[in-house]
């Protein structure tokens, strides 16, 4: 997932607002190391890290929800099935 995706997956699923800096740091070395980044920022010490900059609780959810993105338990695919899923439910409620 990049950036974009990361944070409306928060947006979505998790019913808060996102904290894209979270994101970008977490992904920095994403370009330069692939799927190796995760080694460097997607561990118990950056979930840590994310609940004093941003919260206990909603810092520590958001960033093992990255990591939990980049492992594929949640896809792109899966956003865009739920955004659809949205968008009906509104339709419907728009016609009652």
Known sequence: MNNRDHCRAVRLLLGQKPHPSLHSFMDDFSKQLGWGHRLLRHNADMIMKAGELYGEEEGEREATFHIACD??????????????????????KTWL
């Not at 695919?77 to 509104?90: E, T």
Request: proline content about 0%.
């Open 71 to 92: 492992m594929g338990l949640i896809t792109s695919q899966d956003l865009a099935n739920i955004s659809r899923q949205r968008v009906k439910k509104k339709e419907v």
